[in-house]
Antibody, heavy 119, light 107 residues
């Protein structure tokens, strides 16, 4: 089955860290860029980060640059998002999304994992 | 950064209505645009990619058009399962950006 399954979300205090994982199945993982997108409560979708299939570069939204790190392990069909120095405004559902071939448009999404940053 | 402006932010419609949502980019993005549907508690779903191509499995009542800076998503005959929030997204360059969303509600 073609799917993405996120894990690693939870409750963390401001300044803390979390590592999200996204396990992929049903497609040739290393051939596609992978991405993280979030939706904060009451707000719209916000792109967070992207990584191409061969990890030759990484891309970040300004709001997370220097605090979040995206990586992938093609041997395990998994993409990660290391989130450090978390802030209340990082509270959101975080979705893993697969890019289409050739474009950073997202044709497969996971169900999401909730990250809550609060004291 | 490329700003994506969607309108309207919400629309009240009835089953069978034709619904049109627009998305304007702050600079030209060729056809590097997608439309997504998101229902409460669910993940977004790709409807249209590269401005006018219907994603596999998406009903043909959905269509997209436009290029450059102005884009449109049309639902030709609204069905009960179409009440949701719709987003556009540009992939012309980083940072990738989404429109603010359009909520389609039951009149």
């Amino acid at each position: 089955e073609v799917q993405l399954v996120e894990s690693g979300g939870g409750f963390v205090q401001p300044g803390g860290s979390l590592r999200l994982s996204c396990a992929a199945s049903g497609f040739t993982f290393y051939s596609y860029a992978m991405n993280w997108v979030r939706r904060a409560p009451g707000r719209g979708l916000e792109w967070v980060s992207s990584i191409p299939g061969t990890s030759e570069s990484t891309y970040y939204a300004d709001s997370v640059k220097g605090r979040f790190t995206i990586s992938r392990d093609n041997s395990k069909n998994t993409v990660f998002l290391q989130m450090n120095s978390l802030r209340a405004e990082d509270t959101a559902v975080y979705y893993c999304a697969k890019a289409t071939s050739g474009y950073y448009l997202f044709d497969l999404w996971g169900r999401g994992t909730l990250v809550t940053v609060s004291s | 950064d490329i700003q994506m402006t969607q309108s309207p932010s919400s629309v009240s419609s009835s089953v069978g209505d034709r619904v049109t949502i627009t998305c304007r980019a702050s600079q030209g993005i060729n056809s590097y645009l997608a439309w997504y549907q998101q229902k409460p508690g669910e993940a977004p779903e790709l409807l249209i990619y590269t401005a006018s191509n219907l994603q596999s499995g998406v009903p043909s009542r959905f269509s997209g058009s436009g290029s450059g800076t102005d884009f449109t998503l049309t639902i030709s005959s609204l069905q009960p399962e179409d009440f949701a929030t719709y987003y556009c997204q540009q992939a012309s360059g980083f940072p990738l950006t989404f429109g603010g969303g359009t909520k389609v509600e039951l009149k």
